[in-house]
């Protein structure tokens, strides 16, 4: 059983140091906050939240950093890297890797305008990784149908309102335009000025300017706020993973609320995330305390 407490003796200056590193990569560049965050999604989803997506790979071992929602798209390692060391040297071999990408998250969300909570802590690290579960069926792509989305979110315990405050983390951070080419051209739910603006910098050819960047949410890329939700009701989606949220079905309520209710967004968006860090952790004599967030000790 997780707690907040969990490391108020054996550590008590983990959160301070762990809010410190954040701060600092914040504010050098603001999009790290949005590529935390999106580390702790993608671990958690990946056989619960153990840490298993920081391993690297090696000659006789293929980790989760390669599968096709993480190669060449997640980021934030350093950052992690940076404040396990920092960590390390304040309580060596206490802080899981795992807890650290839970704390970053939630720093990363406060210190760009969201709402804060208690971390619950407690969570070890894995031994090993899952290439194959990382690779296909577990994290949904952009391409999604809605029933798709709410599917994936089922399986791992989190419910269709859970999985749309959420999708409210788009509010900070940028995709790739191989990501939503497909959208900005073909896609008819879309307001034309915007899938304008997005195609300058995406042309139409595969192949060429993949990973050319947009910000998933246009009005304020770098503020978490409810402005994502703005975005969707007046089809300015970027992913059609994004725009499938309020596109006629049964979420569009939601979208709705949260578009104009900041209190309503964030308290659903903060239940889900503990929801989300609570997914399998390892517990007690399960896993390890790495030293190296990169390999199991
Ligand atoms: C609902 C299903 C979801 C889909 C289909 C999805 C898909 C994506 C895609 C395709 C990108 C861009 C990746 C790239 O360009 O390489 C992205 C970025 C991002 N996602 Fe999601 N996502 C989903 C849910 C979530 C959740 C639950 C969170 C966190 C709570 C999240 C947080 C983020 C953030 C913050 C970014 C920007 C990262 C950065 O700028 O480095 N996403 N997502
Ligand atoms: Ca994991
Ligand atoms: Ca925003």
Redesign the pocket.
Known sequence: QLSTKFYSKSCPKVLSTVESVVKSAVSKEK?MG??L??L??HDCFVNGCDGSILLDDTSSFTGEKTAAPNN??V?GFNVVDDIKAKVEKACPGVVSCADILALAARDSVVILGGPGWDVKLGRRDSKTASFSAANSGVI???T?TLSQ?INR?QARGLSAKD?VA??G??T?????CV?FRGRIYNETNIDSSFAKARQSNCPRTSGSGDNN?AP?DVATPDSFDLKYFNNLLNKKGL?H?DQILFNGGSTDSLVKKYSSNTKKFYSDFVTA?IK?GNITPLTGSNGEIRKNCRKPN
């Open positions: 999009r949005a590529s965050v999106r702790f999604f060449n798209s980021r949904p792509p952009p999604a989305l979110f999985m959420l999708s983390a788009h900070i951070g940028k995709a790739r990501l960047l998933l992913l993973s995330m989300m």
